[in-house]
Every structure is written in structure tokens, then in C-alpha cells.
């Protein structure tokens, strides 16, 4: 008996903490005074973004819609435009727009897909398509503005115009064949823009034209009937590729431009240009410095420098129906070693042709 008695003192014991180790985990029987609040988080919290709707961002006469407060802003379909409007218009700074992989797509008549009116600053638009409006696809006007990852094609000027843009970051970016109405370059950076790791491809027009004080890194142009590139004043263009455009591969209109560790094939092509015009790179300013590019298959001379006071040197050069390179007086030209004397080369300058 004493046996059985401890035994069911024990068992008693087991409950008891049992059920006070329950009651502590479930908390307090009795509901707090006052209302039952929600635990869940509201459609705002979910998604603190603003769709793009005529309920949101409402248009005006001559745009479908409007965004006129800062904010960050996504796409929850395709936008089809109207002849006479723009697609989006944004009227202020500290802008987001997210196109969220939907299409913007213009029409006959159309304007520009996505711009801004007036001088805004921080604007981004990006992950999306525009194509087929009359003007540009993507035009910004102001400071530190980001265009990544779209896709911009068949819009009658520019794809991405941000040339009254300071300091605008292009990122990305692919563009066919814009320019078919205004022969615009497809691609247009303003004042010190960053263009990387876009792709110019059939450019009614010339490529990539980059404003002053400006760097393009790692892009690919192809087919524009104009010039692949053009660079402006204190620019740089490096580890690009150019090719089968049907004027210059690269034309330096601007001083103090660099051509670095690019590539440069079969440009200037098409015979209706003057003679002058077609070149894998051609120079008419001063101070540019073409250093280290392979440039073959040229309609014209490999590298013309037409300007003055510029440097080519380290640069490899073959079958250029003009010759390695034209220079006027008053340019340094490093040596032009033939392949066959390369082994022998002990200028570090040289530029070899092969």
C-alpha cells in the first residue's frame, strides 16, 4: 500500500506540472480588455507600391497616365497606347517604375512610351518592354536618373534618350532597331551618363552616342547604318565591340576622348559614304588616345585620325581596306610593325599589323 500511495502521489505530481507548464504556454485564460485587433498585414503592407491605373495615376489630355507624386510604382499588365498621347509621363522626382516584365506598346501616331516632363531628379525605370512608339521608347530629363534592364525596339527615335540628363546610369539595356523615323541614336547618354552592358543592334541611325565626361563599358553595337558609337568630349568607351555598322565603328567628334580594349569589325562599309567618313575608328577632334583595339576589315583605313595632337598605340590591325592607319600631321602614331617583325618587336608601343 505505501508502494501504491507514493506511485499515485507521483502520478498526481506529473499532472500538476503538466498543467501548469500548459496553461503557461497557452497564456492567460482571459481575453484583454478592449477590442479584438486584426494580426494580419493590410493589402498596403503586402505591397507598399502603386499600381499603374487610371485610378492611381489618372491621365490628361495628352497622356495615359500621369504620375505626379514620388513614389515607387509598378506595372500589373501590357499598356497599349493611342496615337497623339505619351504612354507615362512622370512629373516629378523620386520616381520608380517598375514595368514588372509587361510590355508598353505604342501605335501609329504615338509619342514617347515613358518620359518626363520638366527637370526631375532620381528617376528609375526598369525590368520591362518598350516598343513601337512614335518618338522614343524611354526619354528622362534631370539627375541621377537609372535605366535598367528593358528592352526598347522599333520606336521611331531614340530607345533610351536621356541626353539632357546628368549623371543617368544605363544598365542592361538592349535596343533594335529604334530610329526608323528620325535616324536618332538608339541609345543617347547625357553629362557624365554610365553606360553598361547594353546591345545596339540594326540602329536606323547610329548606335550609342554618349555626352561629355561619359564612359560606355562592355556594350555591343551591330548593324546601324551610321557609326557604331560616338564619343563626346572627355569620354571613354572600354571593352566594347563593334561591328558591320555602315559608317565608322567609332566616331571621337569630342577632345580628350579614350578607345580602349575594344573591338572594331567591319565598319564604315557602305560605299555611298565620302571616303573620308569610313574608318573602324575615326577621330576629328584632339587629345584622344586609341590605345590597345583590334580593328579589322574596315571600308576605310583601320584608325584615321583626321584631328590633331591624338596618340594610337598597342593597337592590332588587319585586313583594312585603307591601310592600318591615316593620321595628319600632328598626331603620334606608334610604330606599325608587321606581323612577321612582331618577334623581333621591342617597342612596347607598337601597333602591330597582322
Known sequence: MHKHSLLSVCVASAALVACTALLTVAGPLSPPVGPVASTYKTLTEVEPRIAINAANTPGDAGSLF????????????NITGVAGKIGIRISTGGVTVDLAGF???????????????????????????VR??????????????????????????????????FHPRIEGCVALANGGATAAPSIVGGIGSLILNCSVTGAQGAGIRLGSSSRAESCTVVGSTL??????????????TSANNEGAG???????????????INNGINAALPADQRAGILVTASRARIENNTITLSGGPG???????????????????????SAVAGNWVAPIVPAAGAAANTNGNANLEY
Open 132 to 165: 513601337n512608339w512614335g518618338q522614343n521608347g524611354v526619354q528622362v530629363f534631370g539627375d541621377n536618373s537609372i535605366l535598367r534592364d528593358l528592352l526598347v525596339s522599333n520606336n521611331g527615335a531614340s530607345g533610351i534618350d536621356a541626353a539632357s540628363s
Open 66 to 77: 500621369v504620375i505626379s507624386q514620388p513614389g515607387s510604382y509598378y506595372l500589373t499588365g
Open 227 to 240: 557609326q557604331g558609337f560616338i564619343a563626346t568630349n572627355q569620354s571613354t568607351v572600354i571593352g566594347c
Open 250 to 264: 567609332i566616331l571621337v567628334l569630342g577632345n580628350d576622348v579614350g578607345v580602349a580594349d575594344s573591338r572594331f
Open 103 to 129: 510590355v508598353v506598346q505604342g501605335v501609329a501616331g504615338s509619342l514617347s512610351g515613358i518620359t518626363s516632363s520638366g527637370f526631375q531628379a532620381n528617376i528609375r525605370v526598369e525590368r520591362g518592354t
Open 303 to 325: 584608325i584615321r585620325l583626321s584631328g590633331a595632337g591624338n596618340i594610337a598605340t598597342r593597337n592590332a590591325l588587319a585586313a583594312n581596306t585603307g591601310g592600318t592607319i
